[in-house]
């Protein structure tokens, strides 16, 4: 997913690294990290008429935003509260939000809104059913105060006929819900590469933004407003972002980061996945259970000779303990994106719900590490793993936006 850089700028950091000069300030922001916080703090930044310069150490899509899930599933709608708030005014203008980037770049993100059926194996899931269902009416609604999404009992017997899948009893295995499924319209599916593509072609070709990649940033001086790269040299703009996933938690320990109070800390979280090869006709929701993911991916992804879709996701490991001990750069390099073939779990799972998975073929397998908050209540002592979004006290010039773990892409391009 290398994306062009232009030359002014590369060549002015270029010119001051050599000689060992500070570089006067090249942009009106700075963001650290190509993923998908930071590149869409360009793109707002770029359509507030700023210029904008995108530092990535490795190459955009390197990191967790560059996987293929792409799964973009709200929270539950009962026991409504700030964070589920925020996911859903997301989820709900991210249709608008990738048109517009769709029309700006030409791209074909992927995006639809496909709804997501979870099985109900055992009764009690259907009183647990009955109250999302009347919170999916209280809180997923419209700016009029009108429900525009919904969430639904599919009965067993209506399951194979509402959701087929080719060559086998329906989309969902009948034997994993026997009380039926739970359905909901809100869920939606996304290919994240060419999101990400997308949104960094129109940072690296807008005439106000730049996109660099192999920029290490090492440390961060807040009252500079300034980093330092890897390679010695120093970059200075009106206003930084720090946007770079897990490894954001390293640059901020070195200052003190805080928000609200608040110590800015988190860590990395490894997860993996596959993609199948699985022709389908792109009108199948996504298919979740026990942290197990299936999503049908659309032809953006990719076809088969003739002409359906043949990609289907699957995923998600969470795996805490993954760094290791005194490690090289190289070495946690391997570890950071090297699938566990033992570690597959997730999929064995997934299979056991999707018969249709039985006769796909994996063509690719992945794995990666999401940023997770591990932010403490001051009060309460609880560890918070909601987002941040914000400048860092007593520096109103840096900002942070860290922490999406597993809902980034869907709340990435609201204003923050």
Request: proline share 5%; net charge negative; hydrophobic share 40%.
């Amino acid at each position: 997913m290398s994306q062009q850089v232009h030359t002014p700028i590369q060549a002015q950091i270029q010119a001051a690294n050599r000689s060992g000069r500070h570089l006067d300030p090249v942009a009106d922001l700075l963001v650290v990290g190509g993923g998908i916080f930071g590149l869409w703090a360009a793109r707002h930044a770029l359509k507030q008429g700023k210029r904008v310069l995108v530092v990535e150490k490795r190459r955009v899509g390197a990191g967790a935003s560059g996987g293929f899930l792409g799964a973009l599933m709200p929270h539950m709608p009962d026991r409504w509260n700030e964070k589920k708030q925020m996911q859903y005014e997301g989820l709900r203008s991210l249709e608008l939000a990738i048109a517009e980037l769709e029309s700006d770049t030409g791209a074909d993100c992927g995006y639809r809104r496909c709804g997501r059926l979870m099985p109900l194996s055992h009764e009690r899931m259907l009183h647990h059913l009955q109250e999302r269902i009347s919170g999916a009416a209280r809180n997923w609604l419209d700016e009029r105060g009108k429900q525009i999404f919904n969430m639904e009992h599919v009965a067993p017997e209506e399951l194979a006929g509402r959701f087929p899948a080719p060559g086998v009893d329906g989309w969902l295995s009948p034997h994993i819900a026997p009380f039926g499924a739970a359905y909901d319209t809100l869920s939606a599916r996304i290919n994240p590469r060419s999101y990400l593509s997308a949104l960094a072609r129109y940072a690296s070709e807008h005439e106000n933004g730049s996109l660099v990649e192999g920029a290490a940033v090492t440390s961060v001086d807040p009252a500079a407003v300034s980093v330092s790269l890897a390679d010695g040299g120093v970059i200075s703009a009106g206003q930084i972002i720090i946007a770079n996933g897990w490894e954001a938690y390293g640059l901020l320990s070195g200052i003190d980061a805080r928000i609200g109070n608040q110590k800015l800390t988190g860590r990395g979280v490894k997860g993996q996945a596959v993609l199948l090869d699985l022709p389908h006709d792109d009108n199948l929701p996504i298919l979740y259970d026990s942290g197990s993911y299936v999503v049908p991916h659309g032809r953006a992804m990719d076809v088969d000779a003739a002409g359906f879709a043949n990609r289907v996701a699957v995923g998600s490991t969470s795996v805490d303990d993954w760094l290791p001990g005194d490690a090289d750069e190289k070495a946690l390099e391997a570890v950071r994106t090297g699938y566990d073939a033992a570690d597959t779990g997730f999929f064995d799972h997934a299979r056991s719900f999707c018969p249709a998975l039985a006769s796909a073929t994996v063509v690719e397998r992945w794995a990666n590490v999401r940023p997770r908050n591990t932010i403490p209540d001051p009060i309460t002592g609880r560890i918070g793993t909601e987002p941040v979004f914000g400048a860092i006290e007593g520096h109103a010039r840096v900002s942070v936006a860290a922490g999406g773990f597993k809902i980034s892409f869907g709340i990435a391009h609201l204003p923050h």
